[in-house]
């Protein structure tokens, strides 16, 4: 084999390899962001009033991610995305303080979602809610 075809022969297989390794590398990727079957499925969730105490929470999951049913004293009931818009962990519902309170960083969001104190840059996500007589319906 003369030098330049030798030459040739290893680009195109330097090439091979490149493009096979940036396959394998770009692959996790896609697969990280590519939406997952059922995805845009959205989930209903229903309860009955008496599911919820006065001033208490009912922890739930919906469409995968942590939700919360609030009933604040006298007043009507609330669903929450219980991520908190900090850093994403769950936030814990302060019975008798109306309020809630996230372990990892110490924010705090009123039993209407809006910041309180902490890190969290913006409210708790409201969930979509219908009060139908009792029935309770979220998603
Ligand atoms: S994750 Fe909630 S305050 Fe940081």
Not at 12 to 36: D, E
Not at 63 to 85: E, H, I, Q, R, Y
Request: proline residues 7%; hydrophobic residues 40%; aromatic residues 8%.
């Amino acid at each position: 084999m003369e030098m330049s075809s030798r030459r040739k022969f290893l680009t195109a297989c330097l090439g091979t390899l490149g493009i096979a390794g940036l396959g394998a590398a770009l692959y996790p990727l896609f697969r990280y962001l590519a939406p997952s079957k059922g995805a845009g499925i959205k989930q209903k969730m229903t309860f009955q009033m008496s599911d919820v105490p006065e001033g208490g929470a009912k922890y739930f999951e919906l469409n995968g991610t942590a939700a919360v049913l609030v009933k604040p004293k006298g007043g009507t009931v609330v669903a929450f995305s219980a991520v908190c818009t900090h850093l994403g962990c769950i936030v814990q519902w302060q019975k008798g303080q109306d309020q809630f309170l996230c372990p990892c960083h110490g924010g705090q969001f009123s039993a209407q979602g809006t910041v309180l104190g902490g890190p969290p840059p913006k409210p708790l996500e409201k969930l979509p809610l219908v009060v139908q007589g009792t029935t309770i319906t979220i998603g």
